[in-house]
């Protein structure tokens, strides 16, 4: 218990520490007039308050990801609630704050085209095909997910559940941001922090259930290793790049940059709490019990169905269709939405009639659909993998640009060599991936996480006025 309580400190501790250094680092300019306002549409480019902007980014961030990745993180044992706090402050919030700050500075413009701008354009295409993959891989997932409970709860067969959860995906994707996602989904938000609440404390006052410590033995309850497979395991409550993809669409709706602050990086430590929350609960849960090493790829809304009705009773069940059905399914369509809008950039589209929208919008929702019926395990490996990729290169070009600006670039380069060693030590361990023994593919990874830095350094770090001079 003290291990969790200590990391739910140092979660909350980090915005009002740690963050500010990050703030101070991009120098926010509270004149400055925002893309909201300077390239207002009435459809993407639309000013919303602060509150709603988190809110609404919250909700864009979270969804099934800081639920399903904590429970099956959850196997990893206590080693997760170290994971999460340390992943979130120095990694997930600082990638979540320049994402969103340099969409802000540049435009609203998204990824791929900041990327190709502090990175060069030979990234550009990488970045956007990445990008467009893991929102139509998070549609795919969140889709399935809710699907799957809301067929087990009601009876309703499984393809009639999909097709009208993307039959509402179309309609929130091409509609105008404030008309249906900037009114409603501040909604969802609260709720989906508050099921998370509600469920700790209910497993809290339980006596029969305890949040093991760090130092717990014997509740690693897999085969895999901690490195690297925990830290792709919880993304959307550590560091993900898909957070990328949605920091564009709340961008075009900041009014003020000292927003950005409480917008990005507030909503990415809201979300490892969330996540921190679920992972106490499931190891609490289901510990020393065969029932969670079966979720590790399984679906993790079975859990949370018997995880809510045992420690909230009939309340558990409404709890369950809100964090599990709608927040899932909000999270789902700007995922689309991201996918949307950055092939209308990368190909200059306007968006400002809906018939442009509907035609770039059916063919991302029908490749969507279509993976619903693949294994959830597979689908979601692939999007951790995807959106650890992007968060790296958007971790470089977050460090390029603070380099260009003369800024302390440590800050957004730490975690990008971080994430480099995760990503080659994954690839080239994982079963998807070229499963050499964690021995040698570990030496592989270390070496070729130095050669990137190396390579890195060499072509985006300024020269010395003396270098220069020679």
């Known amino acids: 218990m003290y291990s969790f309580i200590i990391c739910v400190i140092a979660l909350i501790a980090s915005y009002f520490t740690y963050a500010k250094l990050v703030e101070r680092s991009v120098g926010v300019d509270e004149t400055r007039e925002t893309p909201a306002y300077r390239l207002q549409d009435g459809v993407d480019y639309v000013p919303m308050p602060l509150v709603k902007n988190f809110l609404v980014h919250f909700l864009n961030i979270a969804g099934l990801g800081p639920i399903f990745g904590a429970i099956q993180g959850a196997l990893f044992g206590p080693a997760a609630f170290i994971w999460i706090t340390l992943g979130t402050i120095l990694i997930g919030g600082v990638h979540d704050y320049f994402t969103g700050f340099m969409s802000v500075r540049n435009d609203g413009l998204t990824?791929?085209?900041?990327?190709?701008?502090?990175?060069?354009?030979?990234?550009?295409?990488?970045?956007?095909?990445?990008?467009?993959?893991?929102?139509?891989?998070?549609?795919?997932?969140?889709?399935?997910?809710?699907?799957?409970?809301?067929?087990?709860?009601?009876?309703?067969?499984?393809?009639?559940?999909?097709?009208?959860?993307?039959?509402?995906?179309?309609?929130?994707?091409?509609?105008?941001?404030?008309?249906?996602?900037?009114?409603?989904?501040?909604?969802?938000?609260?709720?989906?922090?508050?099921?998370?609440?509600?469920?700790?404390?209910?497993?809290?006052?339980?006596?029969?259930?305890?949040?093991?410590?760090?130092?717990?033995?014997?509740?690693?309850?897999?085969?895999?290793?901690?490195?690297?497979?925990?830290?792709?395991?919880?993304?959307?409550?550590?560091?993900?790049?898909?957070?990328?993809?949605?920091?564009?669409?709340?961008?075009?709706?900041?009014?003020?940059?000292?927003?950005?602050?409480?917008?990005?990086?507030?909503?990415?430590?809201?979300?490892?709490?969330?996540?921190?929350?679920?992972?106490?609960?499931?190891?609490?849960?289901?510990?020393?019990?065969?029932?969670?090493?079966?979720?590790?790829?399984?679906?993790?809304?079975?859990?949370?169905?018997?995880?809510?009705?045992?420690?909230?009773?009939?309340?558990?069940?409404?709890?369950?269709?809100?964090?599990?059905?709608?927040?899932?399914?909000?999270?789902?369509?700007?995922?689309?939405?991201?996918?949307?809008?950055?092939?209308?950039?990368s190909l200059n589209i306007n968006n400002e009639k809906i018939m442009t929208r509907l035609k770039i919008g059916i063919p991302l929702f029908l490749v969507s659909f279509g993976l619903t019926f693949i294994d959830f395990s597979l689908v979601w490996r692939y999007f951790a993998w995807s959106q650890l990729i992007v968060a790296t290169i958007v971790l470089y070009a977050a460090a390029a640009y603070l380099m260009k600006n003369k800024q302390h670039y440590i800050l957004a380069l730490a975690p990008a060599i971080v994430c480099t060693l995760i990503a080659f030590a994954y690839i080239l361990q994982a079963p998807e991936g070229l499963r050499l023994p964690s021995m040698i593919s570990n030496v592989i990874s270390v070496i070729a996480t130095a050669v990137t830095t190396v390579l890195f350094l060499k072509q985006y770090k300024p020269k010395s006025e003396t270098q220069t001079d020679q």
């Open 111 to 345: 990824m791929p085209d900041i990327v190709s701008k502090y990175l060069g354009t030979r990234i550009r295409k990488l970045v956007a095909v990445l990008i467009i993959i893991t929102g139509i891989l998070v549609a795919t997932t969140f889709a399935k997910g809710a699907a799957d409970l809301i067929s087990a709860l009601t009876g309703i067969p499984l393809l009639i559940c999909i097709i009208v959860i993307f039959i509402y995906f179309l309609i929130a994707t091409v509609f105008p941001v404030d008309k249906l996602i900037g009114r409603i989904y501040p909604i969802f938000g609260v709720l989906l922090l508050l099921m998370a609440v509600i469920m700790l404390g209910g497993l809290i006052l339980n006596p029969s259930y305890s949040i093991p410590e760090f130092t717990t033995q014997g509740l690693y309850l897999t085969d895999k290793n901690i490195f690297p497979f925990l830290f792709v395991t919880v993304a959307c409550g550590a560091i993900s790049g898909f957070h990328a993809s949605q920091s564009p669409i709340v961008a075009r709706c900041i009014e003020n940059e000292k927003d950005s602050r409480p917008v990005f990086y507030g909503a990415m430590v809201v979300e490892g709490l969330v996540a921190l929350f679920w992972a106490a609960i499931a190891m609490a849960f289901f510990h020393g019990q065969p029932q969670l090493a079966a979720i590790y790829g399984a679906q993790p809304a079975v859990a949370v169905k018997e995880m809510a009705t045992v420690l909230v009773g009939p309340v558990g069940l409404v709890l369950t269709i809100i964090g599990v059905v709608i927040c899932p399914i909000t999270s789902g369509d700007t995922a689309l939405r991201s996918s949307r809008i950055t092939i209308s950039d």
